[in-house]
């Protein structure tokens, strides 16, 4: 005999894709809690770089997980697989259905498929790493961890530096390559079903178009004036945390240690945030089950609207 399972909602697309406006529409339509799936978003006053929703959008469709611990603190998948749990069971004794929303993937899977307990962050090797890289460089120790976690290297880019980093860490403390923490633990006993709604572009140019658009709008907006608030207010913020190796921010800082001129850290930024892109599109295309919308089409909220009620009937 079948037993049924709760239905919840994955809302997932590259950055730029327009998933924050899509998830407060359909907030507005549907039984919605949107539940953040994103690894920056999570941060005290990382706002414009993070492009976090703004103060008037989360009054009218809070977002769990937003705004949850401080820059110069860290959070793990663990850690969220966690807190998503005890939120979903939340939004179903209220009556409501989870949507969960952002681009970081690697939270998306660990919420599916489950992960085993992963190694705690080691600082000490963390920083030996740095040395290496500023030795050798990022692309060097991609090679490096090409030979000790194949699966992982494959995914990510030479320039990588958060994720190789943290790779490379959890081989040397644990033996283990990151991405056996990583394979699906328990899939079977998953108390939900999922439907996942991906936005994907038909015409690549439009996203980098939209990218541009974006990271001029963060620095018209006071990005740099951001990074430099967050120096002072949290004194113990240093480059190798994982809140300034976000996209965005690790550029900043690197222009402020005068490792580039202005002009040249905005390019870096929108390089950087196209080649996010293409990784989390690489995540989508291996997914399982997941349902695609061309998120430039013109009847992109008609479109999802229509299919999620023929999931709920």
């Keep these: 005999m079948a037993t049924y399972k709760p239905l919840i909602f994955f809302l997932i697309g590259p950055t730029a894709s327009g998933k924050t406006q899509l998830a407060v529409d359909l907030v507005n339509t549907f039984p919605f809690e949107i539940i953040s799936v994103d690894s920056a978003q999570i941060y005290h006053d990382m706002n414009i770089g993070a492009a976090k929703p703004s103060q008037d959008i989360l009054n009218v469709a809070p977002h769990h997980l937003i ?23 939340e939004i179903f004794t209220r009556g409501h259905i989870p949507l969960l929303v952002g681009g970081t993937m690697m939270y998306l ?26 030795q050798f460089g990022w692309p060097k120790l991609h090679e490096k961890l090409m030979s000790y976690d194949k699966e ?81 207010k949290y004194p113990k913020l240093k480059s190798h945390m994982p809140s300034m190796r976000s996209v965005g921010y690790r550029q900043v800082l690197e222009y402020f240690n005068g490792d ?12 950087a945030t196209r080649q996010l892109a293409k990784r989390q599109m690489t995540w989508m295309r291996g997914m399982e089950n997941l349902n695609i919308f061309d998120f430039t089409g013109e009847c992109i909220n008609k479109e999802i609207e229509a299919f999620i009620k023929a999931q709920l009937v």
């Design 152 to 232: 992982l290297a494959m995914k990510l880019s030479p320039h990588d530096t958060q994720r190789i980093s943290r790779g490379l860490e959890v081989f040397y403390s644990s033996g283990k390559p990151l991405s056996y923490f990583h394979k699906p633990k328990n899939k079977n006993q998953f108390p939900f079903t999922i439907c996942k709604i991906g936005l994907m572009p038909s015409n690549r140019k439009i996203l980098h178009e939209r990218i541009e658009l974006r990271v001029n709008q963060m620095i018209d907006a006071g990005l740099f004036k951001e990074v430099e608030f967050l120096l002072k």
């Design 260 to 271: 580039s001129q202005e002009k040249e850290c905005i390019n870096k930024i929108v390089f």
């Design 67 to 89: 705004n949850i611990i401080r820059p110069d603190e860290t959070y793990s998948v663990a850690k969220f697989l966690q807190d998503s749990l005890k939120i979903i069971d």
């Design 109 to 134: 899977n660990a919420l599916e498929k489950g992960i085993s307990q992963m190694p705690k962050t080691d600082y000490q090797i963390r920083k030996e790493i740095e040395r290496e890289a500023m």
